[in-house]
């Protein structure tokens, strides 16, 4: 059984910093992507940040130059760095990880976490 656990989220100030992480347990290849993805009320889920194993990067364009992401292989962690947050960063973010197995593309969401920004 594969788990996705998210924590980091909560409550600040606009203008303020968070850091989400989002560990992977259980039966894990080497995983190929990680991503962020989040989801505001009424709103579609949009793809915040990409990181894939080789370490290449992507993010939204409403996020560049305050979102960070980077990962720990050996923890199968990735971690999401936002600073200079804005009421609209408010959302429940995701995570998301995927790796192949054989010909298959196997992948997993975790639960999402909470990240309100105050204005």
């Known amino acids: 059984q594969v788990q996705l656990v998210e924590s980091g989220g909560g409550l600040v100030q606009a203008g303020g910093s968070l850091r989400l992480s989002c560990a992977a347990s259980?039966?894990?290849?080497?995983?190929?992507?990680m991503v962020w993805y989040r989801q505001a009320p009424g709103k579609q889920r949009e793809l915040v940040a990409v990181?894939?194993?080789?370490?290449?990067?992507n993010y939204a364009d409403s996020v560049k130059g305050r979102f960070t992401i980077s990962r720990d292989n050996a923890r199968n962690t990735v971690y999401l760095g936002m600073n200079s947050l804005k009421p609209e960063d408010t959302a429940v973010y995701f995570c998301?990880?995927?790796?192949?197995?054989?010909?298959?593309?196997?992948?997993?969401w975790g639960q999402g976490i909470q990240v309100t920004v105050s204005s």
């Open positions: 998301y990880a995927d790796w192949w197995i054989g010909s298959t593309l196997e992948s997993y």
């Open positions: 259980g039966s894990i290849f080497s995983i190929n992507r």
């Open positions: 990181i894939t194993s080789g370490g290449r990067t």
